[in-house]
């Protein structure tokens, strides 16, 4: 597994990292062998959420880390807040107390990444550098990034905040590639040109921000997988070829195309399946060239002008 330097911060991790989004409801064993699948293979990132199961997540994930050989210094763990029923909150308050929610259900005196975990509208930028330079201080948090967050709400949170911004995690796949199209459809008058997000690629490469995309199999909002999926027959038919060509996975294809991009990203992988895992991970020591690139990019649907 390469590593990666997370925001050029000195953080190196797994260039694949485990999303616990979907881990709440599983066993001890089943989460045990997940875990220990991620260590065997040389995956040592964990991206969590103080919202994912409602909490349950962190918790679950505490107890296979207190069960397996590893120990919290050997592995780096992210976690979001921001989330609220009913609202976003990125309020000095609200981010503080979030945090020690975290540590608690985590069982750990850090993360090494704090991401505000969706754009809150009502975001006073004193109050996040308040709640930044406090955790950093007391050593609760490490590092800070940001997530679903466009350039200029990130513009606007380094005008205040003194630690750097390593992260936005956004959600890219083969079949979820807006930020990709806007750019290479610059100045036309089709869908395809339509910048949704203010040319958030090109801004996280220029300020070595780590994009790392969430959801890398799911199409739509969580509408269902696309690999196997009789709705992408091109798609997965070109996947198919490669990974047969290759000698690896379907699902190793569609991450070694997102690890292909020399913008350096960091996916977050939710599969809650050991034996998935595994296989993803051979995704690292892909080699894909420009043209296999394309040519996935083009059987998802997509045109070159
Ligand atoms: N920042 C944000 O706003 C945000 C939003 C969503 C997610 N996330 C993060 O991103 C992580 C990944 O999200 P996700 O779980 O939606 O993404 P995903 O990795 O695209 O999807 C994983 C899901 O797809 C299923 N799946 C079916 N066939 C598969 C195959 N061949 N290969 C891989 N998976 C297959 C998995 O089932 P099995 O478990 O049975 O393999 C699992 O339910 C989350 O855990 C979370 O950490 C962040």
Known sequence: ???????????????????????AGMSKQEVDKLLNTALDVGIDFFDHADVYGGGKS?????????RSSSTREKIFLQSKCGI?????????????????????????????VLLLHRPDTLMEPEEVAGAFSQLKQSGKVRHFGVSNMNPGQIELLRRFVDQKIIANQLQLSLTNTAMIDSGINVNMQIDRSID???????YCRLHRITIQ???PFQYGFFEGVYLDNDKYPVLNRTIDELAEEKGVTNAAIAIAWLLRH???????????????????????????TRKEWYA??????????
Request: aromatic fraction near 6%.
């Open 262 to 288: 020399p913008a350096k990203m960091q996916p977050i992988v939710g599969t809650t399946n050991a034996g998935r895992l595994r296989d993803i991970a051979h995704a690292s020591h892909v080699e894909m």
């Open 58 to 66: 962190e918790e679950v994930f505490a107890g296979a880390i207190s």
């Open 296 to 305: 996935l990019y083009l059987a998802a649907g997509n045109k070159l002008p």
């Open 84 to 112: 609220r029923s009913g609202m976003f909150d990125f309020s000095r308050h609200h981010i503080l107390s979030a945090v020690d929610g975290s540590l608690s259900r985590l069982q750990t005196d850090y993360l090494d």
């Open 213 to 215: 995309p969430w959801s």
């Open 1 to 23: 597994m390469k590593a990666i330097d997370i925001g050029h911060s000195g953080l190196l991790a797994s260039e694949i990292s485990v999303g616990c989004m979907r881990i």
């Open 196 to 202: 949704r997000d203010g040319g958030i690629l090109e």
